[in-house]
């Protein structure tokens, strides 16, 4: 499972299981394992977020 998130206005905190938490700003992107635990700041902001379904749910669509 893979997960996409772009920022597109203001700033948003990214934080996951794996990785130090990081700040994303406008244009900014991150790609990661969608299987992690994740969770983003409270700061106001618009982004594009996308993630791949699971693999149960994939099994269940074929």
């Known amino acids: 499972m893979r997960g996409y998130l772009l920022v597109l ?14 700040n994303l700003n406008v244009g900014d992107n991150v790609y990661y394992d969608s299987g992690m635990g994740i969770s ?8 594009l ?6 693999e149960w749910l994939m099994a269940k669509m074929t």
């Open 9 to 22: 206005s203001g700033t948003i905190g990214f934080h996951s299981e794996s990785y130090e938490p990081i």
């Open 49 to 54: 977020w996308a993630c791949t379904p699971s």
């Open 40 to 47: 983003v700041g409270p700061e106001d902001t618009h982004i």
